[in-house]
């Protein structure tokens, strides 16, 4: 049996680039604080590293700080970047991501004051609304919001959002949880206009367990890491220089083919939404949104089911948040989706198939086919129940 991977969103395959880049660096294993040759070694290879990442965002070296993933580089962004003094306004989405939803609920607990802003139903945020909560939350501390959807791959004006920001509180910091979007949607952090922005290795074919931070040019936070003093003070720890080189390398490999890879995700995208058309009863969720992430909602077919079912014949997609492991979390996610505007049953029955470039046009029409017959046979057979 052949195996289809489409939950890209969650994890990505590891690149042929990144892997080699990886071994080298085992290979070659000192320590990049270390003043010997093989110290140094290592350092220039995390630096050429940095600058890859750097140029692949239209940021300096200096501003790219490494962490052990999205979900660090979010709670680094958000704990170290609130500061004025504690009631002060921090503003987000009730559709963030865990890792971003939970700092923030950790600022409330100190006594910072937190304020959600309100979506349109095409997931959009409601730019008329973020002006209306950031005059009343002011003075503000900070701004998080995302870029693209972990979900539904809805992708927000991060440029437009940043300017009134800067317009209505010019002392807030903008904060972006980026980890959907590298290589994947043009992230220029200039043109976007954050000060804070979160990406991570394996969504583009890199290791798990290492991510990075930009943090604009003249922007100070408060480190939660202390120790040596690594990555400039921001996060101490001796870096991971396997994890740092293929990094840097699945970035190199992505960035270069960028083109190449949107439009080619695009045509898998649209063969496997044609292909839905025949089942019936199935809603696209989110308008806007990123050809790598497709989110659905399958009339009478229970998520966790249709999963199992498909993964008995090897195709693999996901229901909900790979970060997600229980109920707890399960029910905060159907309300994420809610707060975009779905119904509760829809939100109940949405699935997320996920792309990425190793996928081939007949992968995705085979998947299609297993993923008809399975909607089919389940929904006859609750009729028969």
Known sequence: MKNIYLDAASTSPISAAARAAAISAMDNFGNPSSMHQLGLLAEREVSAARETIAKAINAKPTEIYFTAGGTEAN???ILGGAKLHIGAGIVTTPTEHSSVKYPFLALEQRGFKMFHVEHFGDGSVNLENLKSVLAWAAPVSLVSIHHVHNETGVIQDIAAIAKIIKDTCPAALFHVDAVQSLCKIPVDAKYLGVDLMSISAHKIGGL??????????????APLILGGGQ????RSGTENVPGIMAFGAATKERFERFRENYEYIGQLKELFIKALDDIGDI???????SPYILNISVSDVRPEVLLNALSAEGVYISAGSACSSNKKQKKEEVAVL??????EERAQTAVRVSFSPENTMDEIAEAAV??????????????LR
């Open 75 to 77: 709670n680094l962004a």
């Open 338 to 343: 809610m707060a975009y505007g779905l119904s």
């Open 370 to 383: 297993i993923f008809e017959r399975c909607v089919l046979n389940l929904r006859k057979m609750r009729k």
């Open 283 to 289: 809603d696209v969720n989110g308008e806007n949104a």
């Open 231 to 234: 990555e400039s003070g921001f």
């Open 208 to 221: 798990k367990g290492c991510g990075a931070l930009y943090v604009r040019e003249k922007v100070h936070i």
